[in-house]
């Protein structure tokens, strides 16, 4: 079992940088501090980053407080750092 954080890119405008993250996704990695894995909607211009931790025992509460721990931590560290350099880089292209 695990918990996960998914970021999708549902336009088709945003593919082109979903592609340039998974091409070079070392950057996004350090800012959450361990590795984005990624999937492509094969029937639609869709695709998400997911990050994920593993809950031994999901349905346990004792196994909760740690999940939570790292989803808090991870999130927080989405919104303040990665989604800033995800709004840059969609800015550039559309500048483009």
Do not use: C
Not at 82 to 94: A, D, H, Q
């Amino acid at each position: 079992h695990v918990v996960g954080i998914d970021i999708w890119f549902w336009r088709e405008e945003s593919m082109p940088l979903w592609t340039e993250i998974k091409a070079a996704p070392k950057v996004f990695n350090e800012i959450v501090g361990q590795d984005w894995f990624f999937e492509q909607q094969k029937d639609k211009p869709r695709a998400s980053m997911t990050i994920e931790f593993p809950v031994e025992h999901l349905r346990n509460p004792e196994s909760w407080p740690a999940a939570q721990e790292w989803f808090g931590q991870k999130l927080v560290l989405i919104y303040e750092k990665l989604f800033p350099v995800l709004r840059n880089k969609m800015n550039e292209s559309v500048a483009e």
